[in-house]
């Protein structure tokens, strides 16, 4: 250890006589001027968390806003496939650069940097972590007026360091109509309450399938209990989006940035 000076703001040591708390957040890129950070979690995967990112980003794209996507998401990268991007990330001296999509969203993910987008990520938690943050540090994100953060489902190594390196403004948190989500929902409640960050809203995804010939709306997957869970919790429900087939088929042509409608165009206007 080095020798103390007493001056606990620029030193890393937790030692007996530390008279500020640590503070884990990590510097941005110095060619980064982010002016909002939103993260888009989710208490289980699948729930329709990268969807809603690429939305949102699409929604506050097309309203004059710059938008980014920091795809924390490193062993299921989906957002380039959902933007329809497969160049590779450049970089310089400074750092990497983020890839443009078609409307110009600045994006950074995992699926950029490697050699073979199939390639599956084995690394540990703690690897996957830093790169996470490395994302943050060593990326030139350049002006940004909203990112969004994709975070991988679930409550563990990784939700915890973009929460606790990263300036997170506040959070979203994507859920589905079925009973046993409710309880994962509260977990991911819990833990933006844990680390004192403000939820901005559920958003459920899955509500409903509209039916194409007569219009009636059906609860493909059970009734929607976010409302419950939302009074519970005294947050407000987002958006309610339907199961929409085309949207998946928009994905997986990486058209979601000119899909119509946006489901999500009326939360990124409330943001
Ligand atoms: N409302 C919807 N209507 C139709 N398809 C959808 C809808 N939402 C998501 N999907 C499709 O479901 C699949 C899973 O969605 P997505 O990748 O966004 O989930 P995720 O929660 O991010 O998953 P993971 O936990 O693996 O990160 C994708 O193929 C996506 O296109």
């Known amino acids: 250890m080095a020798e103390c000076t007493h001056d606990c703001s620029s030193c890393g040591e937790s030692c007996g006589e530390r008279t500020e708390a640590f503070d884990f957040k990590a510097k941005a ?30 929604a506050c794209q097309k309203a004059g806003r710059q938008a980014a996507v920091l795809d924390a998401d490193i062993t299921g990268p989906s957002i380039p496939k959902a933007f329809g991007v497969h160049t590779r990330a450049m970089g310089n001296e400074e750092g990497i650069l983020p890839v443009l999509t078609k409307t110009g969203i600045k994006l950074m993910s995992l699926n950029l940097l490697v050699e073979n987008e199939s390639d599956p990520v084995v690394w540990r938690g703690s690897l996957i972590a830093g790169t996470v943050k490395q994302f943050w540090t060593d990326v030139q994100w350049g002006d940004v ?41 509260e977990k991911a409640v819990k833990m933006a309450e844990m680390m004192d960050l403000p939820i901005l809203g559920l958003v459920e995804n899955y509500s409903y399938f509209q ?18 869970i939302a009074a519970a919790h005294g947050l407000k429900v987002l958006a309610r989006l339907p199961i929409d087939p085309n949207l998946a088929a928009a994905c997986d042509a990486g058209t979601a940035e000119d899909f119509a409608p946006n489901y999500l165009e009326d939360v990124a206007k409330e943001l």
């Open 29 to 58: 890129n110095p060619h980064s001027n982010v002016k909002k950070v939103i993260a888009v979690m989710s208490g289980k995967g699948g729930v329709g968390k990268s969807l809603v990112t690429a939305s949102l980003a699409a």
């Open 145 to 185: 007026d909203y990112m969004f953060v994709d975070m991988p489902p679930g409550t563990g190594d990784v939700p915890l360091t973009v929460f606790q390196s990263l300036p997170v403004d506040g959070i979203i948190i994507v859920t589905s109509p079925q009973e046993l989500v409710s309880m994962i929902v």
């Open 211 to 228: 039916c194409p010939d007569c219009g009636k709306q059906h609860a493909i997957f059970g009734e929607s209990h976010i409302d419950d």
